[in-house]
């Protein structure tokens, strides 16, 4: 929601920016990434959520762009300069195995 210049963004929305954003600088020297991408990009990206105890549902709660759009905003300025970079992207969404963590997969490569 905007209102007056500013969005609202739930609090476990914050809280899990806040651990992205801790998490991700480490994960990307991990990778060998020293600086953010630069030029046209695709991405393929794959949100494995936990499975609540107790759904109906056949797939994680919510839009996948949202998935995208929360993810790809985390990596401006790490990964990339900018999200508008990226001009082809595959993106997926699925329940964690039994035993499985959820985790985020991201694949960036030059579409150049």
Known sequence: MTSKGWTYYPKRYKAWRDSVGEVLPGLLTEAGLTAPMEGPLEVTTAFVC???????????????????????????????????????SHSTKRWANPGEDGYIEIHIRSAA
């Open 50 to 88: 936990v499975r609540p105890k107790t759904t109906k549902l056949q797939h994680p709660k919510g839009d996948l762009d949202n998935f995208e759009k929360g993810c790809w905003d985390e990596c401006n300025g790490l990964c990339w300069v900018d999200d508008c970079q990226i001009v082809k």
